[in-house]
C-alpha cells in the first residue's frame, strides 16, 4: 500500500505543477506555494472584511498570544516548585 502511495503524483494547489508529495496529505511543491496560499487567503480575508481562518498548526506552532502566555506561565510555576 505505501508503495503505491509513493509513486502518486499531485498538482500543487497553486502553480499547477505535478510533484511527488513527501507527506499523504500534501497541497503545495514548495514552502513558497505554501506560503502564498496563505497570503492570499490573508488578502481575501482583509478584503472582505474578516480574520483569516487559522490552521490548528498555525496556532499550535504560534509563539504568542494570551495562551502562549499562560502556557509559559504554568511552565515557570512548575520549574520553581521542583
Excluded at 502511495?5 to 505535478?18: K, L, M, S, T
Excluded at 511543491?29 to 488578502?43: F, G, M, P, T
Excluded at 474578516?50 to 502562549?68: E, F, I, N, T
Aim: aromatic content about 6%; glycine content about 4%; overall charge positive.
Amino acid at each position: 500500500m505505501t508503495v503505491m502511495w509513493d509513486v502518486q503524483e499531485r498538482n500543487c494547489a497553486v502553480c499547477g505543477r505535478v510533484f511527488i508529495p513527501k507527506a499523504p496529505h500534501a497541497k503545495y511543491c514548495s514552502e513558497a506555494c505554501r506560503r502564498e496560499h496563505d497570503l492570499r487567503r490573508v488578502k481575501e480575508a482583509r478584503r472582505k472584511g474578516a480574520k483569516p481562518k487559522l490552521d490548528r498548526v498555525d496556532r499550535y506552532l504560534a509563539g504568542s498570544g494570551a495562551v502562549h502566555d499562560e502556557i509559559m506561565a504554568m511552565r515557570r510555576e512548575v520549574a520553581m516548585r521542583y
